[in-house]
């Protein structure tokens, strides 16, 4: 018998595109534009969103914290975030971009009880994850809870995947990949197109070198996919990472948890199913990795 998915990554599959919509709807590029943030490419206004809740952060802080973006792209998009406008004005715009985004998505319903409900649990488990080794989930938990449960919802669930981020980055390094090679590996178990990940900057030359390595290491074949142990390696990450992110739900309880997700779905939906959200990315959302 197939086990499901862990409760951790579950919760994180439900509230990953709950995060994410900000960086893909058109209310976030309307609002990124009326900032001055170039909009024919998605990424001026992506390093902008995420990065502000570390201040007016540097290139070297970006690529640490980012981990898998080229260093090369993070220096196109970052400080040149900042000379566009202050982190404290795109931490303002964000949220008002983020209202317009669920006003849209969840219409009438965006006031309900269950909408609050789960705004409430997301906010309580959110509370409870552990800070420590983790910039951008502290960066963001410092960030002031608004009155709007859309807005809580949101931040929450920010918290809740920067959270997850970061303990995952933590489960590269302990695994002894760096950024580009956590790419190639990705990629080499088909969690999306290689031409998917190519989004994050990195030269053919730099994508074949760090494939070298992996090879070299036994990890990747001939043709660039996953050997067994190369599989049993991303396995072994994802089910790290599974653990970094417990505490969270360990917190919330098992019963809460499951009410948090049963009230998640039908958000998760209308996410989803509004299109903006690509079925095709570089976090793999709904794939499994096992052994």
Wanted: contains cysteine; charged residues 25%; aromatic residues 8%.
């Amino acid at each position: 018998m197939v086990e499901g998915p862990s409760v951790e990554r579950l919760m994180w599959w439900l509230l990953e595109p709950i995060h994410a919509v900000l960086y893909y709807a058109p209310e976030g590029f309307e609002q990124a534009a009326a900032l001055g943030y170039d909009i024919t490419q998605r990424w001026p206004s992506y390093f902008a969103w995420r990065a502000a809740p570390l201040g007016a952060a540097g290139v070297e802080l970006v690529s640490a914290t980012f981990y898998s973006f080229s260093p090369s792209m993070v220096a196109e998009n970052v400080p040149a975030a900042w000379r566009t406008a202050t982190p404290q004005r795109v931490l303002d715009t964000r949220l008002r971009a983020v209202e317009a985004i669920y006003k849209r998505l969840l219409g009438a319903d965006r006031d309900e009880a269950t909408v609050r409900e789960a705004a409430l649990l997301a906010c309580r488990a959110a509370e409870a994850a552990p800070l420590h080794g983790r910039p951008l989930a502290a960066a963001n938990a410092d960030q002031p809870w608004q009155d709007d449960p859309c807005l809580v919802l949101w931040q929450a669930a920010t918290i809740l995947r920067e959270h997850r981020g970061d303990g995952h980055l933590a489960a590269l390094l302990a695994f002894d990949l760096d950024p580009v090679e956590s790419l190639v590996s990705f990629a080499s178990v088909d969690a999306a197109p290689a031409e998917t990940f190519a989004s994050r900057g990195w030269s053919e030359r730099e994508w074949s070198r760090a494939r070298e390595r992996l090879a070299a290491r036994g990890l990747v074949g001939s043709e660039g996919k996953a050997t067994d142990r190369g599989l049993r390696l991303r396995a072994d990450i994802e089910q790290r990472t599974d653990e970094l992110a417990r505490a969270p739900w360990d917190a919330l309880g098992p019963d809460s948890t499951a009410r948090l997700a049963e009230l998640l779905t039908p958000i998760f939906g209308s996410v989803v199913g509004s299109g903006v959200f690509p079925e095709s990315n570089t976090l793999a959302v709904g794939k499994r990795f096992d052994r």
